[in-house]
């Protein structure tokens, strides 16, 4: 981050900060505006249940006169009907009044329809069988209608307690509803009612929620379940609108069974609005503030500090890009930065010197590095020499003894000198692997793009003409490519395919497999085979040089081949793992990075 844009920054932050102030006092006021409004709610929510006890209490009158009228006792279904059909004239807020025998069975009804209906599945119905039930509610839409109803039902009885009619009046909850909601306090206020199981039975004003719709599960559910009150601004959107709410509830002493919901609820922007404005306001003018310090920062930034530091960076960036002869120079400001830039001049002037001594340093030692390894190079190609020549002596005065004295030498003089030569041989074998394995760390790698696949079987197939053993059964493939030195990744795929033979030679189906794969930011290749294995404890010493797992009797090597192994994928960025148990093969592993 430039130093004019922390100054800038600077400035923003002097500007926020009574911003901030102000947006947070702000926010309080829309904090308080919805808490008070949800106190209203809660006011408005608790009216509305107590209108539900005045009318279950009114209802609750009215069926207990009409249910001492004789013109519902005379056994007349036609003049019980015509009666109920005049007092629900008088009393338009019910959809209906009827009676219901004892045994279920519809007698007589408001509406006149003479129809045969069995009403013992209703609730309110079991609930007014009971000898000590004075009255039972249950919400429902009607059968014929389709409206929402409140079922308020009440169940006259002889003198001795024997029930004689059920008296049903459905009080239209819309209607009711409707009214209530008129009295809201605010203009985008809602009234909802819901029945226990989430089904809404009212949405007034509007149909943004129509009646009979399920929200069970749902926040509007979850928020009726509290009953009465709710928490701390309940907000729950609906159709696009986010509103806070409150709920009551009828009490179930006043209107028992009846298990409602009133839930009201108001749109959060009106309750907001007010102190929306005043934030709005006072951002526009911070924001003219703002661009005002800006434009005055700015220039000041411009003329006394970004042009005297970008003088700096310039011969900073061409210093550093090996001109070394790059000063800021003069004129050189008044204060700090006048210092700072005199300071910077006089550092390039002793770097420069420094480094010149260093690459005077460096090309001496680079010298005496390639004088050094080109005596390591003599040295090896000596020893090389200097041990192969007694050896082949050795191999070769061993087999003319072979050829030429075998007649004159016992069992054990010929034993003795296949073990000579077999020594001396195997001598020879390891003398070339430690210069291989030396040569390593020195030589440069060519890489280049790698036909992975291609490499593993052009060694299997030198592998097995090696080994002289017949061809193992050996799976292939598919390997990803790679990128590498093709010559010493071709002596990975040799080292470890010539183990996996060798190993697996004594077994009666000798089986190899070659794996590869894609894991991550590498390429893993695998070869397994079903041969001797080893035991996982010795691990450790398994990519050492003339470490070995197994006796030299029971399968031949120098020790070295893993070794190399080893080296060459850790040159190319990768590293090498294996996997066995005793008896059951073994696995070797080796990765390589993607690029």
């Known amino acids: ?106 007698f007589c009804d408001s509406l006149r329809s003479g129809r045969e209906l069995l009403l013992t599945d209703r609730r309110y119905f079991q609930q007014a069988l009971a000898p000590q039930t004075s009255l039972a509610l249950e919400p429902a839409f009607g059968r014929l209608t389709g409206k929402a109803v409140l079922q308020i039902a009440y169940p006259a009885r002889e003198e001795g307690g024997a029930l004689k009619f059920v008296l049903l009046a459905s009080l239209e909850l819309d209607k009711f509803m409707r009214s209530r909601a008129r009295g809201l306090p605010y203009e985008s206020a809602v009234l909802m009612l819901m029945d226990r199981n989430g089904t809404v039975l009212t949405w007034h004003p509007g149909d943004e929620v ?25 907000e729950i959107e609906s159709g696009g609108v986010a509103r806070v709410w409150a709920v009551a509830a009828p009490d179930p002493r006043e209107a028992p069974g009846a298990d409602l919901s009133v839930l009201v609820g108001v749109s959060k922007g009106e309750l907001t609005a007010a102190a929306d404005g005043r934030l709005k306001q006072t951002l526009i003018i911070v924001a003219i503030v703002a661009l005002l310090a800006f434009v005055i920062a700015w220039a000041l930034a411009e003329a006394g500090i970004r042009r005297p530091i970008r003088r700096m960076t310039d011969a900073l960036t061409a210093f550093g890009a090996g001109n070394l002869g790059a000063r800021v120079g003069g004129p050189y400001p008044r204060g700090e930065l006048g210092a700072l830039m005199r300071a910077l001049d006089a550092m390039a002037d002793r770097l420069a010197q420094l480094n010149s001594e260093l690459e005077r340093r460096v090309s001496e030692r680079t010298a005496e590095l390639e004088a050094a390894n080109k005596e390591l190079e003599s040295f090896s190609y000596s020893v090389s020499h200097d041990l192969r020549s007694p050896l082949r002596a050795i191999d070769g005065y061993t087999h003319v003894l072979e050829e030429d004295c ?16 077999e020594r001396a041989q195997r001598m020879g ?3 070339d692997e430690l ?30 003409t090696a080994a002289g053993a017949a061809r193992p059964r050996c799976e292939i493939g598919p390997l990803p490519s790679a990128t590498g030195d093709a010559s010493l990744m071709r002596q990975v795929w040799l080292n470890l395919l010539s183990n996996a033979i060798k190993f697996s030679g004594r077994n009666g189906e000798p089986a190899i497999r070659v794996t590869g794969a894609i894991n991550g930011a590498e390429h893993v290749y695998g070869v397994k085979d079903n041969g001797a294995g080893f035991d996982m404890r010795y691990y450790d010493k398994l990519f050492g040089v003339f470490q070995r797992l197994h006796r030299t009797e029971d399968y031949p090597g120098t020790g070295v081949g893993l070794a190399i192994v080893k080296r060459v994928v850790e040159r190319h960025g990768g590293r090498v793992w294996a996997e066995s148990r005793p008896g059951e093969g073994a696995a070797f592993y080796f990765s390589l990075p993607k690029s």
């Open 435 to 464: 210069l291989d394995f030396s040569r390593l760390g020195r030589s440069p790698l060519a890489a280049a793009p790698l036909d992975m696949e291609a490499l593993a079987r052009s060694a299997l197939d030198e592998a097995v």
């Open 406 to 421: 075998a007649d004159k030498l016992d069992d054990e003089g010929r034993r003795l000198l296949g073990v000579v030569r």
């Open 429 to 431: 074998v390891l003398i």
């Open 210 to 234: 129509r009646p009979g719709t399920s929200l069970a599960d749902s926040p509007f559910h979850r928020l009726a379940q509290k009953r009465n009150g709710a928490g701390k601004h309940d």
């Open 1 to 106: 981050m430039s130093l004019r844009t922390r100054i800038l920054l600077l400035v923003l932050l002097v500007t926020l900060v009574p911003a901030l102030i102000r947006a947070y006092l702000l926010y309080g006021d829309r904090e308080r505006a919805i808490d008070e409004a949800q106190e209203k709610l809660q006011v408005a929510a608790e009216r509305v249940a107590e209108d539900f006890h005045d009318v279950v209490r009114s209802t609750a009158q009215l069926e207990y006169g009409l249910a001492r009228a004789r013109d519902l006792d005379t056994g007349d279904r036609t003049g019980c009907s015509a009666f109920l059909a005049g007092v629900l004239d008088e009393h338009p807020q019910y959809t209906g009044l009827l009676t219901i025998r004892p045994d279920g069975r519809l």
